[in-house]
């Protein structure tokens, strides 16, 4: 692959942002940003460790790749504006694989008026993909997993344990409900701008997104915040026909699957409506799953079948019941 | 390798530049800057492709990536301000090395008051480290290499060739004059924040760094700006004891040796004088190796023995008189 042409061929003919100055074709590009704070953020994926080919066209790695960073950013209450692609490619690599990974960003990229504003490709063994992105939040507005107080209500965006059905049905040949859906969750996540935008309006937010499933996301929270989450097993929400999978599954996808790019968050229960409207505005669901308390023993707390269990970063093997 | 122990191992326990407001620690780093404008670039390097464990250490590793990084930064005439790396660790590879590439960055980032603010760590079978740099210029006095103009003198900062001449040392035992001092250009180069910073105030310049080789920096700001440029060969400038090495290895590696991550740029004849001062401001040399030109057949000629060379972007095999 000859990176001049490829470089030429993945280059923006025009770009979309009024704040970049200079994009592609120099030692860095350039912007100004003076009314908004500016966040960034970089997430690598391998091929066979984050990504393969065998259950995904290169179109979806792409897309899938940008969506997790851009979620990343929707997770600071951001808005996404620029993004930087290092590619690392293996000789078999034609560029027209290239050239399909940055097609599946660059559908995404589209969505949100965001500019391929630089990046570097180079020659190795294994293909892996690292994405930049840079994003714009009214100023200190940017919202962090520090932010939730005792008292909070815990709120997540959309349906959870989907992207993890879709890689199931991808791997399992059957019959399956929905089938359709699943795999395009899994393939072509959509991350939440817009109701992380909506919600700008609110004084405090904590938010996280999930990548790594809730369990791990809503720990992240309460460790910065130092209070103790209690999430409402039956209140997760899922897909009407999420029930046709064994129910093992189901509880392992919905608390840890992850790569949802779902958000999770707390807010004071004065803005809960706000909440709600803003969800209404960007045409996706939200859904109140617990409250957070003051900090005892364990992050966060799953109440179950009228019992509760300390829920463990890393992941439910952990799972047992305890008297509290 | 324990990810999140790892993080919090590397992880700064201050910060040094105050447009910081979030470092390391949630979805994304977030910072302020109204009054500069801002540039961004990133360059990932492969193991075994851009470096290799038999010439350097961990520590050199770090150190030269994080060099060619903010060497981009300075050919924007830029201030380098944070950093986010992204790296892809193998099995074999044990945390304690993976500190000594950071340490490597941290050296440098210390001496420029630069800030680690994010990144990430997984799993692969190819040691890759991926870099993003964020800097602040002066607004509108970011660096091109579109801005030469006809009647510009080319000029050179340091000496060019003595990377190279490091790593012929590296892989080629025998006894060298000033062994230590072409060793240490190949393994933790220093790149030009300071000049870069002193030549601020003129009004023009076309800057450029020398990673791939003096020919190409050359060829592309000529491409850019659309002009010619005449490089004399006996005023390219080397080290007194570069004489020590094969003629036909000391042509090949001054002209395009590269990764000396020196700045090659253009100013008007007025300012000469003023980069003069800056590079005595900043310790160190600049050289005049020749002039901008009305484009004509080629980007950049060379001038060697009264005799005028086109010089090929891809190198010296394609080097060869023509008459003009």
Redesign the interface.
Known sequence: MDEFSFIDSIKQDSYRQSSL??GV???????????E??????????EN??FSKETMDLFHVGHRILAANIS??A??G?TPA?Y?????VPKHYTSMECKNIFKGMQSLATKYRMDL????T?????M?V?V????Y?T?TK?R???AAVEGDLVFVTGTLGDSQAGFHILTNTGAYQDETYYVNKHRLPVPRVEFAHYINEIDRVA???ISDGIGNEAAEIAA?SGVTIQLNEHKIPTTESFSQFPADLQFKWKLFGGEDFELVGTVSKNNWTFVQEAANKAGIDVTEIGYVRPYRHNHVYLHKDNRLFPLKKDGYNHFKQVKE
Do not use: P, W
């Open positions: 100055i200079k074709g120099d030692d860095a590009a350039v912007f100004r940003q003076s009314s704070d500016i966040v960034v953020a970089v997430d690598t994926f391998v460790v984050h990343d950013i997770a600071m951001a620029f930087l692609v290092s590619i690392v504003i630089g990046g570097d180079v020659a190795g063994e294994e892996s690292s930049t992105v840079l994003g939040v100023k940017a962090y997993r520090s938010l996280n997104d910065s």
